[in-house]
């Protein structure tokens, strides 16, 4: 593919959070009372965006004991080397002193980066940072925490009352009970804004309000709900970040999203400003679908994971941008099950179309027994009021935590999960730093040998970078576990011996003997392999007397190793699904690493699309099997606790029972997605060429939409029935993906159909699923629809082949088959209670899409 033409890409960090902001005024700008401060610095420094940060000593107390360093490694994820790779180390408290106007609310943003500074081990700089009385961390990790959220740096904004005396004291100590700490930081942003607070009514408590403008609050969530992520720059001059809602978003049932039309522009108000939100923000979206009898039976629902005991403020926004009358969508706001408004209605609360508003609530979260730390928002058509459209909308939504009575923001540093705990226990306690990495500079090929020059082109780089050994990819390789991720020095099982990890087999699944496995695959007899991948040979087997199992036994050569033997125990063991492969148990004896699964009795995906010796498919049946896989890829991302990415989305991944129904399987490679202030995770690219994400192969940067990329691909390689990659083809067609692409733009689709299957396609089943697939394919994971509206799409299409002769028809039996659109969200618990999904009872569907609110 192009993408890969440009190696050198790999090189250029990309924007992700807080910092990545727009060109504004240093110290010495028409505003003295913002300060944006490069720590341990010793002059003025420009960032990628062109925006000033000044060396911070000039405000440090004179009883300060500091240092200042320089970070030894630079991590491709930084998106800027200002303000990261300097910093300023405190071995004992110490304070930066500003001058502030007494009347102003501020911003502060604190930057951390965890390296190696003066060889001081990043993993003892625990320590406190205190607002005058407000302790805004408290024990503090960035070390922990940057491991847990498998991110390479931590940013935390908090948003501070004004100071009456007009000095603010930031004061950094480090933790008194932990030998050898210190404290740093890298960046600090004090940046004056307006009062945008007031009181605000507390949810359940109809007669009660708090004066939230007396509070000094921390930023948990900011998102533009039904658009795209906004930096800094694009905001107004208090340089906030609006991240997209999809990975926040509760299952399939995400609704539609949609922008203003031209002829609708967005007007403020007295009463809210830019300062309140940007016009992007009120530009775009997300309500529940034109289908009224659809919308009444379930919620729009969005999930937030926040620290217990502590109030929050939920900041709702909300423009109108289809409707200008009043009782035309009328709606109710429900916040973790109780009611916020009862018969929301935008025009009603703006006046007009366009007009944007926004409402304020509050809510304590109390720790619960059940361990449940969620803020759920959901939204449901008010049918009391019987409103024109049974519908719902939702622009923007800010979850802010309040500090509590004695001025306390802290919570607790996030954990990694126990397996990765216990594995990190058993490591060397020496700190050894990471090594910067500099990507290979590779030569773009041109002319005729294009195609063949791209493959063997990223092959060359990946086995580099496999032999280099990144001490980054290790880093991370946990990454997927619950609760938050982590990270685990593993290592490739060469055959001299097992990590320590590997006795944890026996507590997480079924742990079987090397003698049962020898004589269940007779002593693993090559006439019983039925499969081969990157970990080792698959052989058909057989225990408890007759049981048929595939075993997957890893050799000394394998490309994968501890680390993703683990993993695909930890992750089965705690998931099922009806399309997920089932994990029964696994065997760590003598230096072996080998898992047993449920048999697949007709295979992989593959198998059938490419091999003639075997069964053809069917058109329908592909679509069913891609339905299936889209289930169990929907799950992943949203059934489970944590979004899990799957990372090597393929068609041998895709496993077929003897009843043809599809199972995801392989999950050696996987991760969990991002938590808490974050778009994506970093990670060293792995995954097979042809599925290949291009916006993570640039930037090296996982989300869940890059499954969904690698989905598109497989979608593609189903309709035509050839590989993803094939050199031998012109170098137009190399790439299925490219090709594919450019035959839907030049509306050739019939070029890229299986012959086999051309005859029974429906031009309107076509014409969907294609369009699915592009979709899936675009070249910005932004731009990529969720798992969740690929699986609706899906169903709509097989639908459309059953019922080519009208939409109304296709209309009807989508509301009518609602179950099966949503079933996939259930945990481990629901599945097993329900069974097979085609016989669940409609009101257990009620329980399910609808968890909250009515």
């Not at 948990?220 to 990975?247: A, H, K, L």
């Amino acid at each position: 593919m192009s993408f890969y033409l440009h190696f050198l890409i790999l090189l250029i960090s990309f924007p992700l959070v807080i910092a990545k902001i727009g060109p504004r005024r240093s110290t010495t700008g028409q505003n003295p009372d913002s300060f944006v401060l490069s720590c341990g610095a010793s002059k003025d420094a420009t960032d990628d965006v062109g925006r000033i940060w000044s060396p911070d000593s000039k405000f440090l107390t004179s009883n300060n004991n500091s240092d200042t360093a320089n970070a030894q490694s630079q991590d491709p994820s930084l998106p800027s080397v200002v303000p990261y790779m300097t910093a300023r180390i405190f071995k004992s408290q110490s304070a930066y002193t500003f001058p502030v106007s007494p009347k102003d609310r501020h911003w502060i943003r604190l930057h951390f980066y965890p390296d190696s500074y003066n060889n001081h081990n990043p993993a003892n700089a625990i320590f406190s940072v205190n607002a005058n009385e407000f302790t805004l961390l408290n024990n503090f990790s960035a070390y922990e925490t940057a491991n847990a959220l498998t991110q390479a740096y931590i940013v935390r904004e908090f948003t501070l009352i004004p100071i009456p005396f007009g000095t603010l004291n930031l004061t950094f100590n480090p933790s008194a009970t932990f030998n050898n700490s210190f404290s740093f930081v890298n960046g600090i942003e004090l940046i004056s804004m307006p009062e945008i607070f007031q009181a605000a009514p507390m949810v359940g408590f109809s007669d009660q309000s708090m004066d939230v403008e007396f509070n000094t609050l921390q930023t948990m969530f900011r998102i533009n709900v039904g658009g795209q992520f906004i930096q800094g720059s694009n905001d107004s001059d208090t340089s906030r970040t609006w991240y997209e809602d999809t990975p926040y978003l509760l299952g399939a049932a995400a609704g539609v999203t949609f922008q203003a039309d031209k002829n609708v522009s967005i007007q403020y108000s007295q009463n809210v400003t830019k300062y309140i939100a940007p016009v992007d923000v009120y530009k775009t979206a997300r309500s529940m679908g034109p289908d009224g009898n659809v919308n009444k039976n379930y919620n729009l629902t969005w999930i937030f994971q926040v620290d217990v005991n502590f109030t929050y403020l939920v900041r709702l926004h909300f423009c109108e941008l289809q409707f200008s009358k009043i009782n035309q969508r009328v709606f109710d706001v429900y916040i973790n099950n109780q009611t916020a408004i009862e018969a929301a209605d935008v025009i009603a609360f703006s006046g007009a179309k366009g007009v944007p508003v926004y409402k304020d609530y509050t809510i304590y979260l109390k720790d619960q027994k059940n361990g449940d730390d969620n803020l759920w928002i959901a939204l449901n058509p008010s049918v009391s009021v019987k409103p024109q459209y049974y519908d719902s909308i939702l622009n923007g939504l800010e979850i802010f935590k309040i500090n509590d009575t004695k001025g306390n923001l802290a919570g607790p540093n996030p954990q990694p999960s126990e397996l990765s705990q216990k594995i990190g226990n058993e490591e060397p306690k020496s700190f050894e730093p990471r090594k910067r990495h500099n990507g290979p500079v590779i030569s773009a090929v041109m002319g005729s040998i294009a195609g063949i020059g791209l493959f063997l082109g990223i092959f060359s780089f990946v086995v580099h970078r496999k032999k280099r050994g990144s001490p980054q990819d290790n880093s991370n390789s946990y990454g997927w576990l619950p609760i938050y991720g982590g990270s685990s020095s593993g290592t490739k099982n060469t055959g001299s011996g097992m990590s320590g990890g590997s006795t944890l087999v026996g507590s997480l699944c079924r742990h079987f003997t090397l003698a049962e496995l020898i004589q269940g695959t007779n002593n693993f007899d090559e006439s019983h392999v039925i499969g081969v991948g990157g970990f080792g040979k698959v052989f058909k087997g057989t225990i408890d007397k007759g049981m048929k199992v595939a075993v997957k036994r890893s050799n000394s050569c394998s490309e994968q190793g501890v680390n993703e033997f683990l993993t695909e125990i930890d992750l089965l063991s705690k998931l099922r699904h009806r399309h997920l492969v089932s994990l029964i148990g696994a065997c760590d004896e003598n230096n072996e690493m080998i898992l047993v699964y449920d048999y697949m009795a007709n295979g992989t995906l593959r198998e059938h699309l490419h091999k003639t010796n075997n069964t053809t498919l069917s058109w329908k049946q592909r679509l069913d099997i891609c339905i299936g896989a889209a289930r169990g890829l929907h799950y992943l991302h949203t059934g489970a606790k944590h979004t899990i990415i799957h990372r090597d989305v393929k068609t041998t991944n895709i496993l077929l029972d003897d009843k043809w129904v599809a199972k995801v399987s392989d999950f050696g490679l996987s991760k969990t997605g991002p938590g808490l202030h974050q778009t994506h995770i970093s990670t060293v690219v792995k995954g097979s060429f042809g599925y290949l994400d291009p916006e993570y192969f640039r930037r090296q940067q996982l989300t869940d939409k890059s499954d969904v990329y690698s989905f598109g691909v497989v979608l593609f390689e189903v309709l035509s029935g050839r590989p993803p990659l094939n050199p031998s083809l012109p170098k137009e067609q190399v790439s299925l993906a490219d090709w594919a692409q450019r035959c839907c733009k030049e509306g050739t689709l019939e070029d890229i159909i299986d012959p086999h299957i051309k005859d029974e396609i429906t031009i309107e089943c076509l014409t969907n699923f294609a369009e699915t697939a592009a979709n899936c394919l675009s070249d910005y994971g932004t731009d990529r629809p969720s798992m969740g509206s690929v699986l609706w799409n899906l169903e709509y299409a097989l639908q459309l082949q059953k019922n080519p002769d009208g939409p109304q028809v296709v209309a009807e039996q989508k509301a009518n088959d609602a179950y099966t659109r949503h079933e996939t969200h259930l945990n481990m618990e629901d599945c097993d209670l329900l069974g097979d999904q085609s016989s669940a009872p409609n009101a257990v569907f009620s329980q399910i899409v609808n968890p909250q609110g009515r």
